[in-house]
Structures are given as structure tokens and as C-alpha cells.
């Protein structure tokens, strides 16, 4: 039909509509202008306008499943005893339809490997060992694995059917609420703990693994490229990366060895996706100082054994944090930590006050003896008053992080406190009756030092972190 | 909507994956084989993307045109590969839902309305979105009347005139059809 045909036709139909029905057809035959065509065309549209009755007038009504399932190839298919209902989602490792179980009449996940890869014998195997291992796990925080079906040669894994949403959706729409946030990541680690206890490593942490119920609870699935303990059941090439790299731990991005500490490096981005709804690679993401954050960034250390080093201890930081969220911004620090950090500022500055009487001491003590003296006192300074004033800074801001700061302190400052006091009383030796002044206050502030790091530091310490030394 | 209104094709990834998501809720809330009406799918969506930081679409309607468009394909899909299943002959894929669906929905046929509006979207693309608006978005006349920005009664009109040839189109389809070839 032409163009102007058809603006005629419309025309022509609409003023007739406009006329009541006896006088309709007359109308037609005036304004058709003799074009018999076009007023037996409009008669016939007016008939089915008249008969049209609810055609159209409801809007579509559709099947769930139609819209879900979308991208299936046909309508419901039988494999076994499965009815397949509809894709879930699909990813190199395999495809995971939502399937129902006819003969226990309840839904299930039911994954496969592409129909490509169905014969790669290598993939089948890791198909039946992610099924051993999730097998393995019984924690309400992984899906249950309730099958491992062989039909017609391919292989399935019939698994608990999680209903809810992934945690990808939810980090999409923005950031979580902080204690939404923790809970989330707590419950990821409690599965951690029970994967990790029954010797498996997840490897493949990301938003898309962790399921939410409607009821809220968590579920991480798919431990599709989960590796057992123990060095004959590795499926990939040493050297082989496998994961998802945004989610990947630096010791997996080069194809090292996976541990427990992978997983808990993924839970870390995880985390910090929650609290700023962002990867926090991307450019631009400076979480907001917290003590949440500080739990994520500690998971997410680059070199393995400065992360936590057990999911259990994951665990127990971010339940800590769960039970005081009045720490997460403002932290409110005991009195008892206030002393500790008074302790350390105090002893800052005595040992950099104490440089001025022992650069005395050494022209005194003169030569060789007062050069080695004063480089020991000045050596010990420096790294003592480094570590205390890093400590500082970390209980003021990061308290989180603080005890795994102390720990790594430990040893050094203890190094440096010893050797402080030890050079201080030398140097007060050495210097003797030339400077009586200088003697006695060498002598004295290193015998305080020596019995203020042996007796009232630890005193203090014990005071402020008494009941947890991890926070 | 001016000019920053994004292209509708590239959104359609995002609304699709949306009704997607919603669709597979429904069913696992509700018993198989229940259906329901496109528009509370449709406004479902809306609600969830609008929720969003960055909203990528303009406006409501503007969303909904999108959805429509989707929400055809999707249905549009879906019967091309039940048809296809049912010519196959494999008897197992015809399932109980199949039968339900059948005899429960009260739907035009969609793959002829599908042909039809695509032929009338050659010579009248507007009557033809307006279609689309309506019966696949399941916006009522005003509704319609803003995303296209014209007046109530002239969609009002431009409905009757496309719901009648429509209806000529696919009736025609089965008999003869030359008559209903504009």
C-alpha cells in the first residue's frame, strides 16, 4: 500500500467512527470520493473495529517461565528424571538450569557442562570432584549437593535450588548498610570455615557465588573450580591460573598455589564491594576510614600471611564488629587503650628527648666507644619511636587493624627498647665523674627505660587489649 | 527526554536481564504454569531500575517503551521455539505447562499478531508502536498519549484504527489474507 493509500484509509476510518452507525456507510460513499476500493477497504475495517470486542484491550498476559527462560532453546525438556524448566546462568565451567526433580517433586539447580565441552574428559572429572567436594561440605551457608547424575553421557549435579537473588545484584544498586554488610560477609565466612575445615578451597569467591533467600539468608554455590587438599587431585596445569582475576587473589593471578588465604582475599574484595559499592580496584574507591574497611583491607593484603590467616578469624573479627557497631565510626576508645597510647606517645618522646644528653655523653666519652654508644641510642630511637608512633596512629584510626600491627611490632620494638636502655647505661658508665649530670641522667632514664619496658608497658598492654588480642 | 536520552537498543540488555530476573522470582514464588499480566512485569522492572544510582532512562514512559519492545521479543521467542518444538516431533517436550498455557491464556496468537504489526510498522510505524505500547507494556491511552507525546484522543483514534486492521490482518492470515494486503 502507498503511503498516501494508506493516510486516506486512516482518514477515512476515523471520520467514519466518529459518525453513529446508521449514518455511517452514507458518509463512507460522500467522502470516498467515488473510490469504490477504499470505501469497501473502510467498511471492512469498521466491521472488524465493531467485532474487535476485548481484542487487544488486555495486555498481554505472559508465563513466568517464558520470560525467564527466554533464551532456551524449546519448551520444557526431560532429561531423566529432571524437567528442565528454565536457564539459570552459564559460564565456561558449565550451565546450571533450574530443573524439577520428578520423582521427589521439588525444584533443584541443576548444572552441566556446555554441551561442547560434554566429552572433554578432563572437565567431566572436575564436574564430579566439585561435586565431591561441595558433597563434602554440610553447612546451611552451601548449597547441598544432592546428586551426581550421569544421563545418556552427560554428566549433572543436582543441587539445592537457592531461590533469591545474587549478591552482584544487590551490590549493583548501591552500597549495603554496614551491618548488612558484615552479616553478609559473616555468614560467607562461616561457609568458609566449613569448606576450609573439610579441606576445600572455594578458588572462585565472587558476588555472583553468594545467593540471598528472600529470608536473607546466604549461600555460596558453585565451587566449580574447588580443589582439594593434597596434590594428586589438582586438575589444572601448575602455572595455570583459574578464577575469576577481579576476584583473584596476586597469588593466583601468577598461578601459585590457592590456600585457605585465596578464598579469604576474595571475601576482603568482597566486603569492600559492600561497604562502597564498588571493586576496590576501581578508579576512585577510598573507603571511608572504618573499622569494616579495615577487616576488608587487612583480607586483602598482597602477600598472603599478612592476611587473617583462618577463615575462623575472619569470622571472629567481623562478629566482633557485628557485637560493638559503635566502633565502626567513631571508635570509642576505653580508657584502658588510652593509657596504652599515652604509654607509647610518652615513651616517643623520651627516647627522642634522650639524643640531646647522649650526643653530650659521646664527646665526652670521645673516639670510637662514644660514636658506638651514641649510633646504638640513635638506631633505637629510630625504630622505636617509628613502631610506637605507627602503632598510635593505627589504634587511633584503623583499631582493627591493630592487632595484627602489634604482633608484627612485637619483636622489633623489643629489640630496640633493649638495646636503648642497655646503651643509655653505658654511655652513663662511660661518661662517669668527667659530667655527673650527664652520667647520672643517662643511667637513670635507662634503668627507668629498662624496668618501664620490662614491668609497666606489658602492665599497660595487658590492660588495654585484656580479653581479645585480636580486635 | 532531549537529547542525552539514551539509544533505546542499548538499554535493551539491561531492561531484558531485569524481566528476566523478575520473571524467574515469580517462579519460584508462585505454582508453575500461573501467569501473569506483562504490565506488572513491566512497572516490577521499573520500580528495581529506577531504585538505581545512575537511572539510565529518562522517564517512566520512555522505560516502558523500552520494556514493550523487550517484553515482544521475549514472547515473540518464546512461541517461534515452542512451534518449532512441537513440528520436531519429540513428544516429550509438549509438558503439562505447555497444555495449561494453552487452554488458560486468553492471548492472541503471537506470532501472527507478531507478522502483522511488523507489516503495518512498514507503512505506520506510530500506529504500530502505539500497538506495541499498549498490548506488550500494557499502557492505558494517556499513558500511551505522553510517551508519544500526543494527544488522549488521538491515540484514541489511532488505536481503533490499528486494533481494527490487526484484527483483519491475522483473520485474513488463515483464509485467504490478499484481501487484508494493504
Redesign the interface.
Given at each position: 500500500?502507498k503511503?498516501d493509500?494508506?493516510e486516506r484509509?486512516?482518514t477515512l476510518?476515523?471520520g467514519a467512527?466518529e459518525q453513529s452507525p446508521e449514518t455511517r456507510q452514507m458518509w463512507i460513499n460522500q467522502h470516498a470520493g467515488g473510490d469504490e476500493m477504499l470505501a469497501r477497504e473502510v467498511t471492512?475495517?469498521?466491521r472488524?473495529?465493531d467485532?474487535?470486542g476485548r481484542?487487544?484491550e488486555?495486555?498481554?498476559?505472559?508465563?513466568?517461565?517464558?520470560?525467564?527462560g527466554?533464551?532456551?532453546?524449546?519448551?520444557?525438556?526431560?532429561i531423566g528424571s529432571y524437567?528442565i524448566?528454565?536457564e539459570?546462568g552459564r559460564g565456561g565451567m558449565g550451565i546450571v538450569y533450574?530443573a524439577?526433580d520428578l520423582r521427589l517433586g521439588r525444584?533443584v539447580a541443576l548444572k552441566a557442562l556446555p554441551p561442547v565441552h560434554d566429552s572433554d574428559a578432563g572437565l567431566r572429572e572436575r564436574l564430579r570432584r566439585e561435586a565431591r567436594a561441595a558433597a563434602t561440605i554440610a553447612h546451611h551457608a552451601v548449597a547441598t549437593v544432592y546428586a551426581l547424575e550421569e544421563i545418556d553421557g552427560r554428566l549433572f549435579i543436582a543441587s539445592e535450588f537457592v531461590?533469591?537473588?545474587t549478591l552482584r545484584?544487590e551490590i549493583?544498586?548501591?552500597p549495603l548498610d554496614t551491618q548488612r554488610a558484615l552479616s553478609i560477609a559473616a555468614d560467607i565466612a562461616r561457609a568458609l570455615c566449613a569448606a576450609h575445615d573439610a579441606g576445600i578451597i572455594h578458588r572462585d569467591l565472587k558476588p555472583e557465588n553468594v545467593l540471598i533467600t528472600?529470608g536473607s539468608a546466604v549461600k555460596v554455590v558453585d565451587f566449580g573450580i574447588a580443589q582439594v587438599d593434597g596434590i594428586n587431585t589438582r586438575l589444572t596445569r601448575p602455572g595455570e591460573a583459574v578464577g575469576t582475576p577481579a576476584y583473584m587473589a596476586p597469588e593466583q593471578l601468577v598461578g601459585g598455589n590457592a590456600d585457605e588465604r585465596t578464598d579469604i582475599y576474595a571475601l576482603g574484595v568482597m566486603l569492600t564491594e559492600m561497604l562502597t559499592?564498588q571493586h576496590p580496584l576501581a578508579a576512585g574507591v577510598r573507603p571511608a576510614l572504618s573499622s569494616a574497611t579495615g577487616i576488608a583491607w587487612r583480607c586483602m593484603q598482597v602477600d598472603a600471611k599478612e592476611r587473617y590467616q583462618s577463615a575462623h578469624e575472619v569470622l571472629e573479627a567481623l562478629e566482633a564488629q557485628l557485637r560493638n557497631p559503635q566502633r565502626i565510626d567513631t571508635p570509642a576508645i576505653a580508657s584502658s587503650r588510652w593509657w596504652w597510647e599515652f604509654h607509647q606517645a610518652a615513651v616517643s618522646v623520651v627516647y627522642a628527648g634522650m639524643l640531646w644528653p647522649t650526643w653530650i655523653a659521646r664527646d665526652v666519652i670521645g673516639g670510637r666507644q662514644g660514636n658506638a654508644v651514641f649510633v646504638a641510642v640513635l638506631a633505637a630511637a629510630i625504630v622505636g619511636v617509628t613502631l610506637r608512633l605507627h602503632l598510635w596512629f593505627t589504634s587511633r584510626f584503623y583499631p582493627a587493624e591493630l592487632g595484627w600491627a602489634r604482633g608484627r611490632a612485637t619483636g622489633w620494638m623489643l629489640a630496640s627498647d633493649a638495646l636503648f636502655a642497655a646503651a643509655l647505661v653505658i654511655a652513663g658508665a662511660l661518661v662517669g665523674d668527667a659530667r655527673p649530670a650527664v652520667s647520672a641522667l643517662e643511667i637513670a632514664v635507662g634503668i627507668a627505660a629498662a624496668s618501664a619496658f620490662a614491668l609497666i608497658e606489658p602492665a599497660t598492654t595487658r590492660a588495654a587489649f585484656r580479653g581479645s588480642d585480636r580486635l | 527526554m532531549g537529547s542525552t536520552t539514551p539509544d533505546p537498543v542499548s538499554l535493551m540488555p539491561l531492561v531484558y536481564d531485569e524481566l528476566r530476573r523478575i520473571a524467574a522470582g515469580y517462579m519460584r514464588r508462585e505454582r508453575p504454569g500461573q501467569t501473569l499480566q506483562a504490565t506488572a512485569l513491566v512497572n516490577e522492572a521499573f520500580v528495581r531500575l529506577a531504585a538505581e544510582k545512575r537511572r539510565p532512562f529518562a522517564n517512566r514512559t520512555h522505560f516502558v517503551a523500552i520494556a514493550a519492545l523487550s517484553m515482544r521479543q521475549i514472547l515473540v521467542q518464546r512461541a517461534r521455539a515452542r512451534r518449532a518444538a512441537k513440528r520436531g516431533g519429540e513428544p516429550k517436550r509438549v509438558t503439562l505447562d505447555d497444555a495449561l498455557m494453552l487452554s488458560a491464556t486468553p492471548n492472541v496468537d503471537i506470532l501472527a499478531l507478531d507478522e502483522a504489526l511488523t507489516r503495518l510498522a512498514t507503512f505506520d510505524p506510530e500506529l504500530a508502536h502505539i500497538v506495541e505500547l499498549r498490548y506488550f507494556g500494557g499502557l492505558t491511552i494517556e499513558e500511551t498519549a505522553e510517551a508519544v507525546g500526543s494527544s488522549p484522543a488521538t491515540v484514541k483514534r489511532q488505536w481503533a484504527m490499528a486494533r481494527a486492521w490487526l484484527k483483519r490482518a491475522i483473520e485474513c492470515r488463515s483464509d485467504d489474507g490478499a484481501d487484508a494486503q494493504p
Open positions: 500500500m503511503r493509500q494508506w484509509l486512516k476510518f476515523m467512527l471492512a475495517l469498521l472488524a473495529h467485532t474487535a481484542f487487544l488486555t495486555p498481554v498476559t505472559v508465563d513466568p517461565a517464558d520470560v525467564a527466554a533464551e532456551d532453546n524449546a519448551g520444557a525438556v526431560r524437567e524448566e528454565y539459570i533450574c524439577r525444584r531461590e533469591g537473588h545484584n549493583d544498586r548501591g528472600s559499592g | -
